[in-house]
């Protein structure tokens, strides 16, 4: 098989964005019961995709053969509020405008690695625009996505959430 492109430029152009102010971000905090989890997830828009970078600081600790992944999703909601059942339940159920099956909603993204406690993830997708996702929210689940269970991949109890806004 051949490739007919190089991926160093894009590698050291992307990784330069990354250094820079983004113009949409989403400050992500945790709910009462997870109140240390704190950080925020960048976004970039590109020709092709958005590259986007999450980081996380307080998420729940496991142990060296249990490191806790959890689900990352958007989600259609514009509101980080929610009932005493569920703290973000106005975040709504998965960005998912073109009614795909789970885990090919929009919304559907990489699971992050727990890190005793902290979590750094970069990934580049082509499922949204940031003009597409501004006003909604990033949720992040207690459990990882199982990338089967209709509608939302059985990813458990929302965790921690942020509104996706203009920088």
């Known amino acids: 098989m051949r490739y007919y492109f190089d ?5 050291e152009r ?3 964005m990354l250094a820079s102010r983004p113009k949409v971000v989403a400050n992500i905090i ?3 019961l997870h109140s240390e989890i704190k950080g925020s997830m960048r976004l970039f828009q590109l020709n092709n995709g958005v590259l ?3 980081e996380l600081f ?3 600790v496991g142990n060296k053969c249990a490191n806790p992944v959890f689900a990352l999703h958007i989600h259609e909601g514009e509101s980080c509020t929610g009932n005493s059942k569920d703290a973000f339940a106005d975040a709504k159920m998965h960005y998912n405008p073109d009614k795909c099956e789970h885990p090919y909603h929009a919304g559907d993204l990489p699971p992050l690695f727990g890190n005793n406690g902290y979590a750094f993830q970069i990934f580049f997708t082509n499922r949204f625009t940031l003009r597409e996702i501004i006003g909604k929210t990033v949720i992040v689940h207690s459990k990882p996505d199982d990338f089967k269970t209709q509608p939302s991949g059985d990813a458990g109890e929302k965790i921690a959430c942020g509104v996706i806004r203009r920088n």
């Open 30 to 32: 945790g709910n009462s």
């Open 14 to 16: 992307n990784m330069a």
């Open 58 to 60: 307080g998420l729940p």
């Open 7 to 11: 991926n160093s430029y894009k590698f």
């Open 52 to 54: 986007a970078a999450v």
